[in-house]
Every structure is written in structure tokens, then in C-alpha cells.
């Protein structure tokens, strides 16, 4: 496989939008493009994600429409990817494999999603889908359901007080509100303290409404090229340097929901092929769709021992200077989630990291990060690392 | 890139089912599998197709779902592809393209889709949102809408008749059906005359009610493999030499609906790769979705001039013992239209007929076949060139 570049990057404010799918991606792709020093003319082919245009637009096979509005040429494929919230992430790999494989040279990779339009009851009714149907979705379980069930799970397993790790998940959205108050692109962008998460509205017990992120409108988009085509191209190519993807199924086949496998399986990959081990990841922008999320993220990815993670977002070890630095865009919870491009906005966050361009939130002097996204209830995990 | 092979097919009867898409594609996967003498848990990867699960089932994510009820290993990541018509022969191409590369060595693709069990007024409102929706759909068009303004754009342009167009369009219907007639696994098995079409319900004027395939619920899927991987398992490996995609956005980018610039574009691309021209090819499953269509596929194809395919539909050129034959399998027309499955069935039937098993509609001496899937109206075309 030859060396794989990510050479612009670009992505919307994410929050409430009055743009459409289409016209958020368009303004993703064309900063990105734009920021790589080619023309839409040069893209090869387009791996576009998104997950719930059919519900939010009435539009299905919205790949060769953002194909037409950027302006790409017919011989450039535009395909497609649902996974999800690792939708994107997954375009993005099979973009660098294809590109490692030297099947296209420069193509654009991303995604778009409109879920906030929706209000955040009906998003979260229809985003169950992404459940099992036949045995999950239909037993009324929604996300919030399954990650209240996997934080109980955990106390229980390690026999830690539910007041203890609430106050463990509390620190975590207290973390990542405070990253987003840095991060003009975030959702939210306001400071809040532990008493806000745990005086919140009960969600899911435990989880309340802070421990919750967000639905977001917004879209995100990144050029990847061979390291050949990079060259002269832009000063700071970041090297796409492992990928990793598994499959877990539904809940029926998981037999511990702390212990998410296809994580496991998905980042020892990318681990493996970056020649690379959690200790060496200085950055990591990971999958906090609920507070509980980010603390079995840290364990899965190698960072804590299992059982553990939830004392280092008490320690405060995840934040600037931390051990490793966790979601300095603010995360799924203040930067927002807009589903599909939910993964292309962890990428672009790791990029201008490790260029070095994140003014307030930047981690000083990062060289390599890592990226993870968690689709459904741990049916996908897709896993890159990045490098400067 | 290494030579790439199809071990294994497998497809379930097309037409209306009791089953969900999930036990569908189990049962085409499982086949698939066991005919390529491999196990499930050989699998490296599952490329998915499915389109409109959301609607059919409330099922989104479905891929790491039906990897989990095939038994497959969680380090093989599965991965939904959505093309609208043309989404199994997306996932297939990636498929190839990753196989090919090295990714992988052997790996599971196909779709499913139960489009029948929403009857065809719901069916037919609900896939159009593979129109674009703010220009298109919105403005009330479907596809029976589209392939009728290409059925009067064709007539006027070339100077034929629009009777005389029907005739060819009416004979196009009768040819697929007799073919259909012949596969035990088509949604109708019915020969019918030219009488029977020309007197059909108008639907949307000239495209009456046998123009039209139906909607169909069913699933497709094959084993491919490296060449190397291959040896010794299969008596019989088909290759996969040639594969093109292109795409062409909605119609306002399109100027003439006679022209698929996005299939002239794929197919091209797909000759090249297997430095093989039209005349090679001896046959074709190729998108009728109307009939309408099969003519503009021919001509797009190579297989004749621009506006001389209707000609050829007359004169029952492209049946058995034809210049080409077109659809043994019965076409969509016929054989039917599981939308996210289709291009997966296309395959299983020229794979079939390279092998020489398909007994009454076997194509005598057939070694060079093409498949052709057009998504959307000529948003997405993709093209495979397979040979024994």
C-alpha cells in the first residue's frame, strides 16, 4: 500500500442550520478542496456519508447530488457509506484504502447530516433504527436506553457507588463543555460544572440530560491523496498511518456492554498497522455520544485498564497537560453530533491538531492522534491514526 | 492489482416473501458461502447493499446486523452501501476493488430488499426520494415520470414514431418475460404477448403497466476471492475483470435523457480495464427498470448507434442466439426488482451462465459477460465485466 495524505480539511458550524444536507456538505467540501490547493475538477471519486437523509429531506442516494453541486466530474464516483454514527469515519477509510491501493490518486471523503432540524424526541425515535429492529428498537430500547443499561453494568461489574461514577460522568461533560467553550465551531460553546449534570433532567437513569450529546445539524470533509500527489501540494500533509473496523452485531451477540469488541478488534488493527501503541497517541477525539461512552472508549483504546477510566476523568488526567488529551473540540457532547459527518469532524479536529492550528485548544506540540467512532450500540467501530 | 475471482452465488426466489431483509440476505449469504466451499468465519469483510430498510422495517445499520446472523468473525467489518438501484453492484465493485488490492482475500457482497411488502403506490412515492428531492421530487416526479420523458425525448430526437417506439418498447417486455419464464427464481414466470402490454393500464404516458418492473422483495450475494485463494476451492472461479462506476447528479445537470452519460462513462472504463470492447461481450444483465430503458442501456453499452437500439428490440436481436443476450435471467422486468439486491442478482445470473448451469436459458458457449446497474434517474451507473 502506498503512503495516504490528508491534504485540506474543511467543516460547518455545527448546531442548529437552516442549510440544507446538501448545501452544508457542498460548504465542507469546497473549504476542503479549496485548503488542498486543487479544484473539484481533480477529485477522483467521493466517499459521502449520511445516515437519515430519506427521514429528514425525503432524499435517498444523495451521493451523485453533492456530486453535481461541487461540481466533480462523471468519472469520479460518488458512493455512498450509511454506518451510523461511524458513517463518516467508514467513508473515510475505504477513501485511504482505495487510495493506499493506488486506485484513485485525490478524492474527497465526508459527511452531512440535518438531525437537529428534527427536534431531539423525533431524531431520537427514528436514530433507533440503528438498533436492532426485530429485538431491540421494537422493545421500545433508544440509544439513551442502551448506554443507561452499560453504565449500571459497569458500576456493578466493578463495584463502584453509581454516586461515584455519576460524579465520574459528570467530569466528563464538565471536560468536554469546557474544550467546546474553545471551539468556534462547537455546538455549545458555554462552560457548565458538575452541578449542571447532575441537577439535569433524568434521561435514561443514570443518565441525565448533560451526560446526553446532542443531535446537530452540520457536515465535514476531507481530501486524501497518495503521498506522490501531495507533494508541493500543501506544507503540512498529515499521513493517514492505520485503519481499523469491526463488526459487533446487535446486543443479543455481546456478551459484556463495557467491553465494546469491535473496538477492541478495530484498534488493535489500526495499532498494528501504524506500528504504534496507545501510549504513543497524544490526541484522541473519541466516540462521548453519552458521558459512560468516553469512559469505556478510553479503556477499549488502550488508555486505562478496564474498570479504571472512570477515576481518570474524576483526576482530571484527559484534559490539556493530561495524560492524553480527550476530545479538545469539545467531543460528540459540546461540539455536536450531527450523525453522518460526525467521524469527518474527529478527523478534521485531528489534523489541524497535529498542524498545529487550534489556537486555545491546542495540544501542544501533538504528533500523532488517533480517531474513534462508535456506530449504534456497538454494532461498528472504526478506528484511524493519524500523523504529522 | 490481483486478479480477482467469484467463488460462490446465491440468491433467493424473487418475488413476494414472508421474510424479513435480514433472513433474506442469510439465506442468499449462507448459499453463496457453502457453494464457495469456505466457512463463515473465513469472511474478511461484508459489503452490504440495502436502500430503503429505514422505511421497510425501521432498520437502519442493517449491515453489521446481517453479519451477525451469518456467524461472521467481528474483526470482518461490514459495510452498507446505498446507490439506489445500483447498490449491490456498488458494494460488489468495492468488493473487488479492495480484494484486488490486497485488503482482503476473500470477502461476502451482495443486498437485499423488501420492497414488495410495501406495495407498489407506497414503494413507488417512497423510492422516489432517489430523485433529487428539492427539484425533483418535490415537484412530483417519480421514475415512471423520468423513463417516460426519456421514451418521448428518444422518439423525438431520432424521428421514430412514437407508435413504433411502443412496439419495440412492447417487445422488450416480451422478451424479458419469455426469459423469466425460464428462471425458477423470477418474480413472474409468465409469457406474455405484445397485446398484453400495449393494452396494459396506462401508468405514465407512453410507459404502460408491463414497461414497468415490479417492486420485488429478495437478496443476492457472492464469495469473492483473490485468485490464490481461489485455487482449489472452486472448479469453476469466474473472473472479475473489468468494473466501472461513474456519476452524473439530477437531471439539471444532465442535457439529454437519451444520453446516460454516467453509463458511456463506467462502461468505458470497465472495457478498458478488461481491454475487451462490446463486441466481446455475449452476455448482458443489464438495468431495465423500464423498458425504455433497456434500449437506452444498449446503446449506451456500445452494443449499437444511438437510436437504432428500438431496431434491434424489433427484430429480436438481442434474445437467445442474438448478437447479444439481453437479460436471460428476465431482467428486472421479469426476474424482478429487489432494489438494493438487484445488481447482486445480475452477477449470481451471468456468474450462472459463464459456468454454463442455467439449463433452458443457458447462453450456449457464453464466456465473456456484463453487468449494468443504473441508480436514480443516470445518477449512479456501475459496471462489471466478468469472464470463466
Known sequence: MREVVILGVGMTKFGISQKSNLEM?????LTAISQSNVEPKDMEALFFGNCLGD????????????HAELGLPISAPATRFESACATATVAIRHAALLVGAGVYDVVLAGGTERAARMGTPLATRTFAMACQAQHESLAGLTFPGVFAMAAHLYASKYNIPLSNLKKAMAEVAVKNHKHGSLNPKAHFQKVITSETVLNGMM????????????????????????????????????????????????????QDLTRVKARETACKKAYSQAGLKPTDIEVVELHDCFTIAEILALEGLGFYEFGQAYEAALKGETTFK???????????????????AT????????????????GPRQVEGAKIGLVDTLGGDFGTVCNLILRS
Chains 1, 2 share one sequence.
Open 25 to 29: 456538505f457542498v460548504e465542507a467540501g
Open 55 to 66: 427521514f429528514e429531506e425525503g432524499q435517498l442516494h444523495m451521493a451523485p447530488f453533492a
Open 203 to 254: 434521561v435514561a437513569d443514570p443518565l441525565q440530560l448533560f451526560d446526553c450529546c446532542p443531535f446537530s445539524d452540520g457536515a465535514a470533509a476531507i481530501v486524501i491523496a497518495s503521498k506522490d500527489k501531495a507533494r508541493g501540494l500543501v506544507k503540512k500533509p498529515i499521513y493517514i498511518v492505520g485503519t481499523g473496523q469491526a463488526s459487533a452485531g446487535p446486543l443479543y451477540v455481546q
Open 322 to 340: 493530561g495524560k492524553v488529551v480527550v476530545n479538545p473540540s469539545g467531543g460528540l457532547k459540546a461540539k455536536g453530533h450531527p450523525i453522518g
Open 343 to 358: 467521524g469527518a469532524a474527529q478527523v478534521v479536529e485531528i489534523v489541524e491538531q497535529l498542524r498545529g492550528e487550534c
